[in-house]
């Protein structure tokens, strides 16, 4: 009966910690994803906010070395769901995240 117990109690701490994921949807903010392109949005914003010296430098200066981490998908985790990045006083608005978000879910297109 304890070892159910047990069970019970981690199965119910796993669905609260899953239940705690962010997306950019809870912001309240709506972005046009329509509107989203490469170079209008996503390469200004990867510059001012990821390519810093200190930081990730020319690592995400081109449309390749971005695709490197869209591929693997550490940048919707680590921007979009988790919010980890940026760090150092670098902040990045609900509305930028979401931009990021369009622009994966509509196949990261070099537009």
Known sequence: MLRLASIVMSLGICLIISSCSKTSADCGSSTDCASVTYTANIQPLI???????????????????????????????????????????????????????????SGATNN
């Open 47 to 105: 510059a001012n906010k990821c390519g810093l010296s200190g930081c990730h430098g020319s690592e995400f200066s081109s449309y390749s070395g971005l695709m490197k981490i869209v591929n693997n998908g550490s940048l919707e985790r680590e921007v979009v769901n988790s919010e980890n990045m940026p760090t150092g006083g670098v902040t990045m608005s609900c509305g930028e995240r979401q931009e990021i978000e369009c622009w994966v879910n």
